[in-house]
């Protein structure tokens, strides 16, 4: 017999009881002389032990004794070889399976680092442990079916966002190389990062007691409470879809109240999901933010996938401090040029969901560097700047 070594495909052969006794024997020999070949022959039963618990589902009929006998004599069963085909069918199948899996994970290379460039973060470290999220609508994340649902199923907006993901993941690009753990990617705190003003149709909510001058000259309150601007664009990742924008701008002086509730038209709408806002795996949903402060604005973008080429998708419902502003009608119009600021936005809900793994089938690295290339412009603010360049780094990690 050859030498041995501890790569030597006979110790896997060993293991799986497919060596004539001669040859076990002399494996036997040479491992209890050499402690390399006992170790993996360990790890070999290891491995098979494994396997034979996750695939081996139908159990051999035979005693652990009759199994032995066979495989020391395997000539005393020639002339029983067709009366137990049967019996053999299923764990013969199952020993090839282990055979190929056991030398596919014996072989493989143990502890070697994964190199930094090209991979996300959570591949190289345990994901940290994140602190309770301060804005949590009851449950964004999903896609609502108002199909599936009897009359309309309307969705509560938040009017708050937070703004710390985007300083995470540009260290995380820039400092360390890396793209950031999936986790850490909060599209609607990357979103509210910049001030976007969109072109679409706007409402105001105006103080009860009808004050019309704009700076508070009369009362020392402003005439209006709050403002609630919208835009519709095509989806950039889903054309057949629209991408609505919406924006809510407290007033300059006064913290105020505002509840918003998007209204699908059921009959125009096949499914709809708020961007962003995603659970954090663990934490109960806490209460959905209502409270917008002087001088903030916060923007949302909700995905809506119409099953009707055009027409009404539903209408935003709000109020302001208790008292009803006026709605505003959402209807998709495929001819409507979008502005610059909703443009942007939508690039930056495309590199959020690229970043997040959202999406996987739709948006890939292609399309998020042609938005951005639709984007750059020697006029472009400093922030918006810098945020291509954070693109263009992440793209080539």
Same mark, same amino acid.
């Not at 069963?77 to 899996?101: E, G, M």
């Not at 969109?198 to 020392?220: C, F, M, Q, Y």
């Not at 059921?266 to 933010?289: E, K, M, S």
């Not at 009707?308 to 409507?336: C, F, H, M, Y």
């Given at each position: ?149 009897? #009359?309309? /199923? &309307?969705?509560? %907006? !938040?009017?708050? =966002? ?5 300083? @995470? +993941?540009?260290? $995380? ?112 949903? #806490?209460? /959905? &933010?209502?409270? %917008? !402060?002087?001088? =903030? ?5 909700? @995905? +809506?996938?119409? $099953? ?31 502005s610059d600021d909703a443009r942007f936005a939508a690039l930056v809900c495309t590199f959020a969901q690229w970043l997040a793994a959202r999406q996987n089938g739709l948006i890939d690295a292609e399309i998020v560097a042609a938005l951005a290339r639709e984007i750059a412009s020697t006029t472009l603010a400093a922030d918006r700047t810098d945020f291509l360049n954070l693109i263009d780094r992440s793209l080539h990690l």
């Open positions: 017999m050859q030498p041995l070594h501890p790569d030597d495909s006979r110790l896997t052969a060993y293991v799986l009881g497919e060596l004539a006794p001669e040859d076990a024997a002399a494996i036997e020999r040479a491992a209890a002389a050499d402690t390399g070949l006992r170790t993996k022959i360990q790890e070999i039963t290891d491995v098979q032990d494994f396997l034979t618990g996750r695939l081996a589902a139908s159990a051999d009929p035979r005693l652990p004794r009759q199994r032995e006998n066979i495989r020391r004599n395997p000539q005393q069963t020639k002339s029983r070889r067709f009366a137990s085909l049967q019996i053999w069918l299923i764990p013969a199948a199952a020993v090839v399976v282990l055979a190929l899996a056991t030398l596919i994970l014996t072989r493989m290379p143990a502890d070697k680092p994964l190199a930094a460039a090209g991979r996300h973060q959570e591949l190289l470290e345990p994901a940290p442990v994140l602190p309770p999220a301060a804005v949590l609508p009851p449950a964004p994340a999903a896609w609502f079916l108002p199909e599936n649902a009897a #009359g309309s /199923l &309307p969705l509560d %907006l !938040p009017v708050t =966002s937070e703004r710390s993901s985007l300083t @995470e +993941i540009s260290k $995380s690009i820039r400092e360390d190389g890396l793209l950031p753990p999936h986790h850490s990617v909060r599209l609607e705190e990357i979103l509210n990062n910049f001030s976007v003003r969109l072109n679409g149709v706007t409402a105001i909510a105006r103080d009860a007691a009808g004050n019309h001058s704009p700076d508070g000259r009369e009362t020392g309150i402003p005439s209006h409470i709050a403002t609630l601007a919208t835009e519709m664009i095509p989806c950039p990742w889903k054309p057949s879809a629209s991408l609505l924008l919406i924006s809510i701008r407290g007033n300059g002086q006064t913290d105020c109240n505002v509840k918003i509730t998007f209204h699908p038209d059921t009959a125009n709408i096949f499914r709809y999901r708020l961007l962003g806002f995603n659970p954090v795996a663990g934490q109960t949903p #806490g209460i /959905l &933010p209502s409270k %917008l !402060p002087a001088k =903030s604005v916060t923007t949302l973008a909700i @995905e +809506i996938e119409p $099953s009707t080429p055009a027409g009404n998708l539903g209408s935003l419902e709000w109020s302001a401090n208790g008292k009803p502003a006026p709605g505003i009608s959402l209807v998709r119009k495929g001819d409507a040029e979008p």
